[in-house]
């Protein structure tokens, strides 16, 4: 897609340090480096975000992923852990509207990433715990 800065990475009229290529998939280092080694996994294809997958396209980006973490714990076996994290839309912290997947190495507490969780368990009843289920299980039986 014109305009779009990771297509243009992908036709190489943008640098990027490559880690993984191959007919449906690019890999490279994030240019902010959070921690070191980290990496986004993109289709190809340009698609948004992960409304716009279809099933063939999702197993082809994250079939990719286990290989390419392997890789960075093999390169950096200092990692104690990894996140691996994909923002859809702008408040979800999306800023590049072409889909990608972060593989972000840990390394300590102190490192430079951090992802909050809320516990609202307390604010929910069993019954509305079950409304929410049903309301979304509907829908995915309309998934084909
Ligand atoms: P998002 O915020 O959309 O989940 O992540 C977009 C990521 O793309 C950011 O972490 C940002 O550092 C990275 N990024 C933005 N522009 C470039 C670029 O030109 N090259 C590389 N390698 N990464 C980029
Ligand atoms: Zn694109």
Do not use: W
């Not at 890789?71 to 852990?81: K, L, R, T, V, W």
């Amino acid at each position: 897609m014109e305009n779009c800065i990771f297509c243009k990475i992908i036709k190489q009229e943008i640098p990027s340090y490559k880690i993984y290529e191959d007919e449906k998939v690019y890999a490279f280092l994030d240019i902010s480096q959070a921690t070191k080694g980290h990496t986004l996994v993109i289709p190809k294809q340009h698609v948004s975000d992960i409304f716009e997958y279809d099933e063939v396209l999702a197993a082809d980006v994250f079939s990719r992923i286990p290989k390419i973490a392997r890789s960075i714990e093999e390169a950096f076996p200092e990692m104690q852990g990894l996140n691996i994290l994909n923002n859809n839309r702008e408040l979800a912290y999306q800023s590049v509207f072409h889909s990608h997947v972060h593989l972000v190495p840990r390394y300590s507490k102190e490192d430079d990433f951090s992802i909050h969780f809320g516990n609202h368990q307390s604010e929910y009843s069993a019954e509305e715990l079950q409304q929410i289920q049903h309301t979304i299980v509907k829908q995915v039986k309309n998934i084909d």
